[in-house]
T-cell receptor, first 113, second 112 residues
Framework: NAGVTQTPKFRILKIGQSMTLQCTQD?????MYWYRQDPGMGLKLIYY???????DKGEVPNGYNVSRSTTEDFPLRLELAAPSQTSVYFC????????????FGPGTRLTVT | QKEVEQNSGPLSVPEGAIASLNCTYS??????FFWYRQYSGKSPELIMS????GDKEDGRFTAQLNKASQYVSLLIRDSQPSDSATYLC????????????FGKGTTLSVSS
């Protein structure tokens, strides 16, 4: 199993550009999550999904959109990128069981200039 | 605002010593508690989960939970230089367990 994979690893965007961060998991996990991590800060939840076709906002959803058409994929869309979106983005997934243990992908480092 | 608090550190210990990392949380309804290890430039890695009061041991790691005091800790015995990393405490915030709140992390430095 590859676990949780993310692409790209690095990206530089100009202000106002858009992009999609890809996330795929091969563990048949129901739940998937997107977090951002700013330097010296904890992870903040952007969006999450409890299954295909179901998504919900986390703590910091503004400026982002998500979709979940399959169990495996959970892309994060940035529209009209702003410097405040410069961050490291992590995708995570977990089983729908009582453990709630989340497993993280390697991350995407995004810079908006 | 639900919060998880950790001392940012750095916590410095010599090789072979016990490292003690602490975490407090504000939501009395939290049911599940986790410790993640994050090396610089890498993603968080789950190292311990704990769900009931008391101690849970896994190798050199022991997690301790006290729900009455809203306190979680992680002990690392026989600390090694490879344990040098940032340790993130995370707790669930809803009954569905669908959301984790993370602390800002404690940086541990183990000197040889």
């Amino acid at each position: 199993n590859a676990g949780v994979t993310q692409t790209p690893k690095f990206r530089i965007l100009k202000i106002g550009q858009s992009m999609t961060l890809q996330c795929t998991q091969d563990m048949n996990h129901n739940y998937m999550y997107w977090y951002r991590q700013d330097p010296g800060m904890g992870l903040k939840l952007i969006y999450y999904s409890v299954g295909a076709g179901i998504t919900d906002k986390g703590e910091v959803p503004n400026g982002y959109n998500v979709s979940r058409s399959t169990t495996e994929d959970f892309p994060l869309r940035l529209e009209l990128a702003a410097p405040s979106q410069t961050s490291v983005y992590f995708c995570a997934s977990s089983y729908r069981d009582n453990s709630y243990e989340q497993y993280f992908g390697p991350g995407t480092r995004l810079t908006v200039t | 605002q639900k919060e998880v608090e950790q001392n940012s550190g750095p916590l410095s210990v010599p090789e072979g010593a016990i490292a003690s990392l602490n975490c407090t949380y504000s939501d009395r309804g939290s049911q599940s508690f986790f410790w993640y290890r994050q090396y610089s430039g890498k993603s968080p890695e789950l190292i311990m989960s704990i769900y009931s009061n008391g101690d849970k041991e896994d190798g050199r790691f022991t997690a301790q939970l006290n729900k009455a005091s809203q306190y979680v800790s992680l002990l690392i015995r026989d600390s090694q230089p490879s344990d040098s990393a940032t340790y993130l405490c995370a707790v669930t915030t809803d009954q569905a367990g669908t959301a984790l709140i993370f602390g800002k992390g404690t940086t541990l430095s183990v000197s040889s």
